[in-house]
Structures are given as C-alpha cells and as structure tokens.
C-alpha cells in the first residue's frame, strides 16, 4: 500500500468523526471477501446505498475488499488509527491474538444451521463475548456493532462420506488450528494447503477431500467436477463475521444513527445468508437432477456424533487462555438453551 493511498484513507475516516464535519458521516470498511465474490458484490450493490437512505443521508458506506488498504490481520489497528471507520471481516483472522478468537470465529461442528449462529450473535451474547475479548485485547479502541454468518460451508469430497466413522484416513484439505484438530480427532488426516491448489490436488488424489466454500462457490469452482460426493448441509465450518467501527466514530454518532447501524447490518447479513442459501439450495437441486453428483447429507445422529467429537476440540483451545474459556462458556450457555448440548 502506498504512502500516498495511506494518507488519503486516514484523512476521509479522521473528517467522518471529526467534529464539525458535514453531516454525512462516511464509513470507510475493509471485509474479508474478493471484489468478485457474492458476498462483497451483493452487499456493495444492494445495502451500500441502503445505510444512506435508512440515516436520512446521515450515514452511508463505501467496502474494500480483502488486503485492499491493509493486511487482513492489521484491520483492527487501521480502525484505531483512523485509516479505517471500521472493518467487517473474519473474526478468525485474529486467532494468533488470542485463541477465543478461532472459538468465536468459527466454532467447527458447533451449529447445524447459520439461523443459529445469527440468533446466537444478536440475541445469544455473541455480540457481547466479542466486545468483551476486543477490550481486553485493544482497550476502548473498538466498538462492535454486530457479527454474523453468511454461509454454512458444504464439504468437497471424491469419497462417500456418509458418516464419522468414513472420516477415518480421509486426507481432507483443512486450515489449520481449530478446524484440523477436529477433523483429526475425528479420524481423518488433516493437509494444509492454499484454496488455489485444492482443484488440482483433488484431482491427483493428493487429498480425498476439502474445506473450501459455500456449495455454490465450490460448484462454480470446478471442485465437484473432480470429486463427485459432496456433504451438504455441510458439517462443519461457519465462518462468523464481525463489524466493528472505530471507538471515536461510534461515540460520535447519535442515538438514531447508532440504531440505525445495527438495523442495518442485521438486515443486510440476513439478506445475504438468505440469497446464499437460495443459491445453493438450487444447484443442489439441479446436480441431483442430473444424476452425475451424489450429494450426501448426513443424519442428525452423525451430526450429533460428529459434534461431541469436536467438544474435545474446543476444551483444548479454551484451556490456552482464560478468554477462550469465556468465549466457550458463552457458546455453552446458548447451545444448552436451542438443545444442541445437554
């Protein structure tokens, strides 16, 4: 990033919550998704211009997408600095802070739908254990409007995976930290490996199998042309996102407008999560049709399995920190109300 691109930032997030600034208060925020992607387009196109009209003009919002101004992991000091208004990007991104970030980012084979993890976010104290992590980490820098996610990632697969018990030898393409220690617990052998090489080890046999994406953005990747038994609903992954705004830009706002921001982002996340269900649920629906891909969707009682696997993995990560403890317990508490845990 230039010197000059630095500056330009800082200044237009300094005028938004500067004193006396205009009344439109301009948000400047970085997410974790491609300019190309669905989430970034459809978010850019159809709720950018929405802020606006919902504050009356007061407020409205321009997105960059991923490593666009800063690197993904640094957007929480570009906020403090001002570079940024703020960010809306992956809350797992900041795992090497504190492991309660892998645990409120992306809690794998916690949640069976992405309804659960909104309701979880907004009502079930998400938002709440998020806000109490980032103060004990960047004291009074950040304020964290909401968190949400978009999708419930599908899993790529040459082999029939109908169950736990067919994890077992599986070489299964997964990021690692929390994630792989699932899958080994489960009895599959964990590979590390960029995104971009997945197609081509799939179809060398390399891996078996792969974390990637949303059904629809592993379909338009070519990854079920090479491995024809993908699991979907998925069974693991949900990544969570967080918006937070700089401390000084929130304190700045009115009460309206505050409301107003979380109204809108709680709209705009469910829309999305809506539209990307949508999306899958239709190919899904013509790849049964044609024939040629076994979509596979585990039962209940493998899921359960599947999840009490995975407990053992998060005990372990919330035994590295006394607020990954806290980020669990705050999971804990939820998932025994909507019985998922006893």
Same mark, same amino acid.
């Given at each position: 990033?230039?010197?000059?691109?630095?500056l330009a930032a800082a200044?237009?997030?300094?005028?938004?919550?500067?004193?006396?600034?205009?009344?439109?208060?301009?948000?400047?925020?970085?997410?974790?998704?491609?300019?190309?992607?669905?989430?970034?387009?459809?978010?850019?196109?159809?709720?950018?211009?929405?802020? =606006?009209?919902?504050?009356?003009?007061?407020?409205?919002?321009?997105?960059?997408?991923?490593?666009?101004?800063?690197?993904?992991?640094?957007? %929480?000091?570009?906020?403090?600095?001002?570079?940024?208004?703020? *960010?809306?990007?992956?809350v797992s991104y900041f &795992?090497?802070?504190?492991?309660?970030?892998?645990?409120?980012?992306?809690?794998?084979?916690?949640?069976?739908?992405?309804?659960?993890?909104?309701?979880?976010?907004?009502?079930?104290?998400?938002?709440?254990?998020?806000?109490?992590?980032?103060? &004990?980490?960047?004291?009074?820098?950040?304020?964290?409007?909401?968190?949400?996610?978009?999708?419930?990632?599908?899993?790529? !697969?040459? !082999? =029939?995976?109908?169950?736990?018990?067919?994890?077992?030898?599986?070489?299964?393409?997964? %990021?690692?930290?929390?994630?792989?220690?699932?899958?080994?617990?489960?009895?599959?052998?964990?590979? &590390?490996? &960029?995104?971009?090489?997945?197609?081509?080890?799939?179809?060398?046999?390399?891996?078996?199998?792969?974390?990637?994406?949303?059904?629809?953005?592993?379909?338009?990747?070519?990854?079920?042309?090479?491995?024809?038994?993908?699991?979907?609903?998925?069974?693991?992954?949900?990544?969570?996102?967080?918006?937070?705004?700089?401390?000084?830009?929130?304190?700045?706002?009115?009460?309206?407008?505050?409301?107003?921001?979380?109204?809108?982002?709680?709209?705009?996340?469910? *829309?999305?999560?809506?539209?990307?269900?949508?999306?899958?649920?239709?190919?899904?629906?013509?790849?049964?049709?044609?024939?040629?891909?076994?979509?596979?969707?585990?039962?209940?009682?493998?899921?359960?399995?599947?999840?009490?696997?995975?407990?053992?993995?998060?005990? =372990?990560?919330?035994?590295?920190?006394?607020?990954?403890?806290?980020?669990?317990?705050?999971?804990?508490?939820?998932?025994?109300?909507?019985?998922?845990?006893?």
């Amino acid at each position: 990033m230039s010197l000059k691109k630095l500056l330009a930032a800082a200044a237009v997030a300094a005028a938004a919550g500067a004193p006396g600034a205009a009344a439109e208060t301009v948000l400047k925020l970085q997410t974790s998704t491609q300019s190309g992607a669905f989430e970034y387009t459809y978010l850019a196109e159809n709720w950018g211009d929405r802020l =606006e009209a919902m504050s009356g003009g007061e407020l409205s919002i321009e997105f960059f997408p991923i490593n666009s101004i800063v690197d993904r992991r640094e957007t %929480p000091e570009a906020v403090m600095a001002g570079v940024l208004s703020g *960010d809306l990007t992956a809350v797992s991104y900041f &795992s090497g802070r504190d492991p309660a970030f892998a645990i409120l980012g992306d809690l794998i084979a916690g949640y069976d739908t992405v309804d659960q993890v909104q309701t979880f976010c907004r009502h079930g104290g998400g938002r709440e254990a998020l806000q109490d992590l980032w103060d &004990s980490v960047l004291p009074g820098a950040l304020h964290v409007v909401g968190c949400a996610a978009a999708a419930k990632e599908a899993l790529v !697969a040459k !082999a =029939e995976i109908n169950g736990v018990a067919d994890l077992k030898g599986v070489k299964i393409r997964s %990021p690692s930290g929390l994630a792989a220690t699932v899958f080994q617990k489960a009895g599959a052998a964990p590979v &590390s490996m &960029s995104l971009s090489d997945v197609f081509t080890s799939l179809e060398k046999g390399v891996i078996d199998a792969a974390d990637a994406s949303a059904y629809i953005n592993n379909s338009t990747s070519g990854f079920h042309q090479v491995a024809k038994n993908p699991l979907y609903p998925g069974i693991h992954s949900m990544a969570v996102r967080q918006f937070t705004v700089n401390r000084g830009v929130w304190d700045g706002l009115t009460d309206d407008q505050r409301e107003v921001l979380e109204i809108w982002f709680h709209a705009a996340y469910d *829309d999305v999560r809506r539209q990307l269900d949508l999306q899958d649920r239709a190919q899904v629906a013509k790849d049964k049709a044609g024939g040629d891909i076994n979509v596979i969707d585990w039962p209940q009682e493998e899921r359960d399995k599947f999840r009490a696997i995975a407990v053992e993995a998060w005990e =372990e990560t919330a035994d590295k920190s006394p607020a990954a403890r806290a980020a669990l317990d705050s999971h804990y508490a939820y998932m025994k109300t909507i019985g998922l845990l006893d």
